[in-house]
């Protein structure tokens, strides 16, 4: 069955810390993982996707399939990044067809 | 383009109402999708069509929900008869490329 697991509910960390949001997923066959972030007051709305290996606004994730794995990571946060974050499976050559996780939410203190 | 589009933004109704939400998708997607949002399970995928056609409706959770889309620029999730255990963010989102666009979701509440 497909799943996918955000272990922390809330995550509260300083302005300038590392961030981590941990995503594990389950699916037999070739996913392909995505995060999608909800800002407040916006849309739910992609901030990356594991095939196209960018950085964006300095955050990334590795696809680890020995962990099955897809945990979303920044060096430095800032306080705009704020949010909240759902890690997302699809199988891959299938129909878009995403299965969230139950999402995370990072808030950053200044 | 001014993305997908939902109506209403809030629906405040009593339980036994029916009520109806409406999408209307980015045009040229030709996958639309309706998500429920709610505090204790996250975002659940209700069912999605490809060209107008469902393709998986097995998140649908009983007969009182049902989904049509009759053309390429409009969908509905109805609910019919509306309890108080439906209340949540309904969100429609279309995609083309696999990356999904959301609409600003409808806030449903059943008293």
Redesign the interface.
């Known amino acids: 069955a497909q799943r996918v697991t955000q272990p922390e509910k809330l995550l509260s960390v300083f302005k300038g810390a590392p961030v981590e949001l941990k995503c594990n997923y389950s699916y037999s066959g070739s996913p392909?993982l995505f995060w999608?972030v909800q800002y407040s007051r916006q849309?739910?709305?992609?901030l990356l996707?594991h095939i196209s290996r960018e950085s964006i606004k300095g955050f990334t994730a590795d696809l680890n399939k020995g962990e099955t794995s897809f945990h979303l990571k920044k060096p430095f946060a800032q306080e705009e990044d704020s949010a909240m974050y759902?890690c997302a499976l699809?199988g891959r050559g299938s129909?878009?067809?995403?299965?969230?996780?139950?999402?995370t939410r990072l808030l950053v203190r200044p | 383009d001014a993305g997908v589009i939902q109506s209403p933004r809030h629906e405040v109704t009593e339980m036994g109402q029916e009520v109806t939400l409406r999408c209307k998708p980015i045009s040229g997607h030709d996958y639309l999708f309706w998500y429920r949002q709610t505090m204790m399970r996250g975002l659940e995928l209700l069912i999605y069509f490809n060209n107008n056609v469902p393709i998986d409706d097995s998140g649908m959770p009983e007969d009182r929900f049902s989904a049509k889309m009759p053309n390429a620029s409009f969908s509905t999730l109805k609910i019919q008869p509306s309890e108080p255990r439906d209340s949540a963010v309904y969100f429609c989102a279309s995609s083309r490329t696999g990356e999904l666009f959301f609409g600003e979701g409808s806030r449903l509440t059943v008293l």
């Open positions: 392909e999608y849309r739910l709305q992609l996707r759902y699809s129909s878009y067809k995403l299965i969230f996780g139950s999402g």
